[in-house]
């Protein structure tokens, strides 16, 4: 072989080398790609399962299922001088019967059964209104509330007549009525806006989120006044006034190590330094929310000093030029263009505040609260709490509600990191 022919093979085997080299850089590139449009796809159907779970087993909730009746206020039944020892929950059930044509046995049998269908709620509202007018005694008045939860789960096809009599809470007699007082137009179905108006109740058709809301709304109000403020303020002089020596690198290392601390070391925390030391009242707001506050202020630390150390040293290097103070800097001009990331980074910490359960169980608020918080100090209870107290009850409608009370959290936690978008496109068109 020449060296001609040598020297014209060598260039041909270097750009077949190259060639092959090209194509397996490209089908690597293909791969990548493959396998992160796969993780997406994977994290997608997972997302769509867990939410269309939640929502498959929640959205009966916000239909529910009332009765309207007229009820005779009998004088001989009801006791002038004691107005709460009546039983009002007897007397629906007579009017009940009457609409049935039943007639009650002398066990009152068919009367506890048709209790069984009908909410306390009838027996309040008859209550309060006698309280507030006695001259109804000895009238008819009509009363409209909710079913007793398995009624109102029967119409919603959770308790079927295919079942078993014996494995379901309604036996077939129950269920005839229920359909009757259907077919007569007693019975309708609507939106349940008493799940947003009322606080929590033993009673499964009673029960609300009021409370929950409330109270999550207060405990993060005083989580963002401390959390926020203290955060950014510390962020700014690590990051803009701090010298670099070994004690701040000592600092950055032990923030950066609380971020990772799990949730329920800082309501062991808050239950031995708030409650046991300094006597905060346990399962309220205010220590629920110094307790987040803990938790939160790693996270708007870290947040607040990336968005700094995401402005240009132009900028400071402009101001300190024409003459501004170190602080004028700082304050007028990098704080003002970090403020998306920063409000990002709060609005954020705080959603994940708003989900946490753990902690809050340490200090006390588990416990069951039946109406609106009184103030800071009162006792009250919040969204992920109340999902777990739900969750546990016993009652099937409870599981209903608990599914529902997930839902109403994660479209607080949905407008919150809208928020977080909305402000951080507000900060950036202003600046």
């Known amino acids: 072989m020449t060296d001609a022919t040598l020297?014209?093979?060598?260039?041909?085997?270097?750009?077949?080398?190259?060639?092959?080299?090209?194509?397996?850089?490209?089908?690597?590139?293909?791969?990548?790609?493959?396998?992160?449009?796969?993780?997406?796809?994977?994290?997608m159907i997972f997302?769509?399962?867990?939410?269309?779970?939640?929502?498959?087993?929640?959205?009966?909730?916000?239909?529910?299922?009332?009765?309207?009746?007229?009820?005779?206020?009998n004088p001989d039944r009801i006791d002038t001088s004691d107005l709460s020892g009546v039983n009002y929950d007897y007397i629906v059930a007579e009017a009940v019967m009457k609409k049935l044509g039943l007639q009650d046995d002398d066990y009152?049998?068919?009367?506890?059964?048709?209790?069984?269908?009908?909410s306390r709620d009838f027996g309040f509202q008859l209550l309060n209104k006698l309280k507030a007018d006695q001259k109804l005694i000895g009238q008819t008045v009509t009363v409209t509330g909710p079913?007793?939860?398995?009624?109102?789960?029967?119409?919603?096809?959770?308790?079927?007549?295919?079942?078993?009599?014996?494995?379901?809470?309604?036996?077939?007699?129950?269920?005839?009525?229920?359909?009757?007082?259907?077919?007569?137009?007693?019975?309708?179905?609507?939106?349940?806006?008493?799940?947003?108006?009322?606080?929590?109740?033993?009673?499964p058709e009673q029960a609300g989120v009021l409370g929950a809301v409330i109270g999550s709304a207060m405990m993060l109000l005083i989580t963002a006044l401390i959390a926020v403020p203290v955060g950014v303020l510390a962020a700014v002089y690590l990051e803009e006034f701090a010298p670099k020596n070994r004690w701040t690198d000592i600092i950055e290392v032990n923030i950066n190590n609380l971020a990772a601390v799990p949730s329920i070391v800082y309501g062991l925390l808050g239950l031995a330094l708030f409650i046991n030391w300094l006597n905060v009242p346990r399962g309220s707001p205010l220590v629920g929310g110094l307790v987040l506050a803990l938790m939160a202020l790693p996270t708007v630390i870290i947040a607040t000093r990336s968005a700094l150390k995401a402005v240009p040293p132009s900028i400071r290097e402009a101001a300190l030029g024409v003459g501004a103070s170190k602080t004028q800097t700082v304050f007028h001009h990098v704080l003002p263009l970090a403020m998306p990331g920063v409000m990002t980074g709060a609005i954020l910490s705080l959603a994940h505040a708003l989900g946490e359960t753990a902690p809050l169980l340490m200090i006390g608020m588990v416990s069951f609260v039946p109406g609106v918080p009184e103030g800071l100090t009162g006792a009250a209870t919040v969204l992920p709490v109340q999902v777990f107290i739900w969750e546990n009850a016993s009652e099937r409608a409870f599981h209903e509600r608990t599914a529902a009370a997930i839902i109403v959290l994660l479209v607080f936690m949905i407008v919150m990191n809208a928020a977080a978008v909305i402000l951080r496109r507000r900060f950036e068109r202003r600046w």
Not at 47 to 73: A, D, K, M, N, W
């Open 7 to 43: 020297g014209a093979a060598a260039p041909r085997q270097a750009s077949s080398a190259a060639e092959a080299r090209l194509k397996k850089r490209h089908r690597a590139e293909r791969l990548f790609k493959a396998q992160g449009v796969a993780a997406i796809v994977v994290a």
């Open 108 to 118: 009152g049998t068919i009367s506890s059964k048709v209790q069984d269908l009908v």
């Open 147 to 203: 079913l007793k939860a398995d009624a109102d789960l029967y119409f919603k096809g959770q308790i079927k007549r295919s079942t078993a009599e014996g494995d379901r809470k309604l036996d077939n007699q129950q269920l005839d009525w229920l359909d009757r007082l259907k077919k007569d137009g007693a019975i309708t179905s609507g939106f349940n806006l008493g799940f947003f108006t009322h606080s929590d109740s033993t009673e």
């Open 47 to 73: 997302l769509v399962v867990l939410v269309g779970r939640i929502v498959s087993q929640g959205y009966s909730t916000f239909e529910t299922h009332t009765l309207s009746v007229p009820v005779y206020l």
